[in-house]
């Protein structure tokens, strides 16, 4: 929900909620359940004998979110996999993605994506019970992003293959501790070439491998974001 949703102790609901309330959780009048506003709030509520309704019953403290800030930076693949990758990532904790345009990019979005993919953003976090819902920007060629983080004081990680890379979880014990932020940057099918893997060297990328196989550019970010949840978690 938005704080717009929200008026003296109630939620009004819009018809999507409803019909995910009551029609897909089976819910019925007054059962309760965990109302969100994507901003870091979440208060337990009721529904209502309304079913535009719910009341807020109490805040609920409890947190969900990951302890540092993961961005993804992920060259657009192939078709709707996208779409996939934005559902995923966010139920793994992801806080911002960057879809990015490299130099073996094959799909050219349209402009609609872009709110396609904050609404599947929004859907996945109330799914996993989400208190912030993920940022996604709008696209752009790599080589405009490695300018943009270029000095940034973040942990930024380039995924490769067939390189001799020291592996992601290795790196993310040695260097969490001091860094608030962290950077993973998946390339597409057939992955970064050797252009960008130098000039994301020069921006303060360090190659990293996800393991001895070769996964596909749409399970690639979600091993990544995998090993890292389960670091931070495990703390």
């Not at 109630?10 to 969100?36: C, I, K, P, T, W």
């Not at 992601?168 to 390339?187: F, H, R, Y």
Request: contains cysteine; hydrophobic residues 45%; charged residues 15%.
């Amino acid at each position: 929900m938005t704080p717009a949703q929200l008026s003296d102790g109630l939620v009004h609901l819009s018809s999507e909620q409803q019909h995910y309330l009551y029609r897909v959780l089976r819910l019925s009048v007054g059962d309760r359940f965990l109302a969100m506003d994507g901003q870091g709030h979440t208060w337990l509520a009721q529904l209502n004998a309304d079913p535009t309704l719910a009341t807020l019953l109490e805040p609920v403290t409890a947190q969900s979110e990951l302890s540092l800030t993961v961005g993804l930076v992920m060259a657009l693949p192939k078709g709707s996999g996208f779409d996939d990758i934005v559902r995923q990532a966010t139920e793994l904790g992801v806080s911002n993605m960057m879809p990015v345009i490299s130099d073996r990019t094959l799909l050219q979005p349209s402009t609609h994506k872009l709110d396609r993919w904050r609404r599947i953003a929004l859907e996945a976090a109330e799914q996993s019970e989400r208190q912030l819902v993920p940022t996604i920007d709008a696209p752009i060629s790599f080589a405009d992003h490695l300018q943009q983080v270029t000095g940034l004081p973040s942990a930024k990680f380039l995924c490769v293959t067939r390189r001799e890379s020291p592996h992601l979880l290795t790196c993310l014990e040695t260097t969490m501790a001091s860094n608030s932020s962290i950077l993973l940057a998946i390339g597409p099918e057939g992955g970064w070439t050797d252009a960008e893997v130098a000039a994301a060297i020069a921006a303060g990328y360090h190659p990293v491998t996800l393991g001895a196989r070769i996964f596909r550019a749409v399970t690639a970010p979600l091993v990544a974001l995998a090993i890292v949840s389960a670091q931070l978690e495990s703390k």
